[in-house]
């Protein structure tokens, strides 16, 4: 249960610094999908459940590495190998490494669920399924161990202030599916920790657990929260005056941004 992709990091693919991490994830999670259309044996526009209701692969967990002190640069030859580390029905586990001449310079990791709307048109309530797919379970206790700190980190306490709010907006932080893509919540927490650490210093993530735990509709106000303690940072999005939704527990370092 492997696939490999292959691209030249340019500026589509880099921020300041290294590789995108909105990017990175977008990348991991195509060829997750990829993997998993092939376990399925349908491709994803033909995963409906038994009462013919569209089912989707939604990411409920990731885990992105990079490495600060040799990182993907301009021009290089990057590859990406991505391969399921654990099956327990209906989640998937996948991992993709980011190689340039054979060294990992990036990872990503990303645990999905299949789920659909419980209501029509609706973002608020989605429900697991667990027909369609007759793939084995292999190395479950991994997903088992992530989906109870998944669990624990509901209940990790609010901290920091509001760095950023935002109005989603359909067309942009949308995908197919008409819900908040979830590389967007990282891109998100992204724009509030620049607004929190902007005049101090340059400050990146060298690795960041992200939490799912719901979505949004078209015209919600997010509010984004930012905690720094020393090289740890915890950033989560709220609707305003409500519900927690995303949880984001990073590592960050001081790095140099090269003057253009």
């Known amino acids: ?30 060829n997750h999908w990829r993997i998993l259309a092939g376990s399925v044996g349908k491709k994803p526009s033909d995963w409906y459940d038994s ?3 569209r089912m989707y692969a939604a990411v409920i967990y990731t885990d992105t590495e990079f490495d600060l002190d040799d990182p993907i640069q301009e021009d290089d ?3 990406g190998e991505t391969e399921f580390v654990a099956v327990r029905k209906p989640q998937s586990l996948s991992l993709t490494r980011y ?18 709307r ?14 369609l797919w007759s793939e084995d379970d292999f190395n479950g206790d991994l997903i088992d161990d992530l989906l109870d700190r998944h669990q ?11 760095a950023n709010r935002h109005r989603v907006n359909r067309l942009v932080d949308f995908n197919l599916a008409d819900f908040m893509y979830f590389k967007n919540y990282v891109r998100l927490a992204k724009v509030a920790e620049w607004n929190d650490t902007r ?12 939490f799912y735990f719901g979505n949004v509709d078209d015209g ?30 990073a590592k960050t370092r001081e790095v140099k941004f090269n003057k253009r």
Do not use: W
């Open 1 to 30: 249960m492997k696939t490999s992709c292959a691209f030249v990091a340019g500026l589509p693919q880099m921020d300041i610094y290294t590789l995108r991490e909105d990017f990175m994830l977008a990348n991991s999670l195509e």
């Open 51 to 53: 009462s013919g209701d």
């Open 77 to 79: 030859e990057v590859t």
């Open 99 to 116: 190689l340039v001449n054979d060294k990992v310079k990036a990872k990503a990791t990303i645990l999905s669920v299949f789920i659909k």
């Open 118 to 131: 419980q209501q029509r048109g609706s973002n608020k309530k989605f429900s697991k399924v667990r027909g």
């Open 152 to 162: 624990a980190v509901k209940s990790v306490e609010d901290r920091g202030g509001i």
């Open 199 to 210: 005049d101090r210093a340059e400050v990146i993530n060298f690795k960041r657990e992200t």
């Open 220 to 249: 919600d106000l997010i509010e984004t929260f930012v905690h720094r303690d020393g090289n740890r940072m915890q950033t989560t999005h709220h609707v305003e005056g409500g519900e927690r939704f995303f949880v984001s527990l």
